[in-house]
């Protein structure tokens, strides 16, 4: 490899992670929405030129994350509460067909990993460990997404799970929930060791179906809140 490849290739690694820094914050919500995001100041907290920053921004306009306005600059839009019910309205269309194929095409060593994962989930839901929980969580569904074998589900999926990771840290720090959130992904994985597709597919539905409800009513009771 040359070093203007070489280059070429840091270059490209620096943008990704300065975009996916970025990405993440907004998600999180370090940044809220309204807030300026400032080339010169995030170019000195990331220690990078502004050229990766102004980048990044600009694909952030793409994903309708941030809105470039006069006289203004880069402000972040976020998610809004609609773009998490349509998320959730669509994961539960299509997730029950990504758990019904991988239960018809898990191999082996997904179905460890997927046992493992809900080991330690019960560990942590003991423990009431939220950012354990949520990255527990993030890994059931990642490993039924690829061993769904779809490429296009596992693209999709992947980033509404993405997407809606502060709300789904929203809802596992509900009372309850996180227990529940465990119950359901034991009983998917039975239905997947007892190679029962049908009911791993309803059993899923049903597992977003909750935590659709259960979210919806965080945000309404946080609405009512704000205005009281």
């Excluded at 040359?2 to 943008?15: D, P, T, V, W």
């Excluded at 050229?51 to 006289?71: D, G, M, S």
């Amino acid at each position: 490899m040359s070093n203007m490849e070489h280059k070429g290739l840091e270059i490209n690694s620096l943008r990704a992670k300065v975009f996916n820094k970025l990405q993440n914050d907004i998600l999180d919500g370090k940044y809220k929405p309204g807030d300026s995001l400032i080339e010169t100041k995030l170019a000195k907290e990331l220690g990078v030129s502004r050229t990766p920053i102004r980048e990044a921004i600009k694909q952030l306009e793409l994903e309708e994350l941030v809105q470039t306005i006069p006289n203004k600059g880069a402000v972040v839009t976020g998610i809004s509460h609609q773009d998490i019910e349509d998320i959730y309205t669509i994961r539960t269309m299509i997730e029950g067909l990504a758990t019904r194929l991988a239960a018809e095409k898990m191999t082996p060593e997904e179905l460890e990993q997927l046992k493992e994962v809900i080991e330690l989930e019960e560990f942590y839901t003991n423990k009431c460990s939220t950012p354990h929980l949520l990255d527990l969580d993030s890994r059931f569904h990642e490993i039924i997404y690829k061993a769904s074998k779809s490429r296009p589900l596992l693209w999709t999926l992947r980033s509404f799970h993405h997407f809606a990771q502060r709300a789904r840290s929203t809802s596992l720090s509900t009372p309850g929930r996180a227990r529940q959130s465990f119950t359901e992904h034991k009983a998917i994985l039975q239905a997947i060791l007892d190679k029962d597709p049908d009911k791993a597919e309803k059993l899923a539905i049903k597992h977003i179906k909750k935590a659709s409800s259960n979210l919806l009513k965080q945000m309404e009771n946080s609405d009512t809140l704000k205005t009281e």
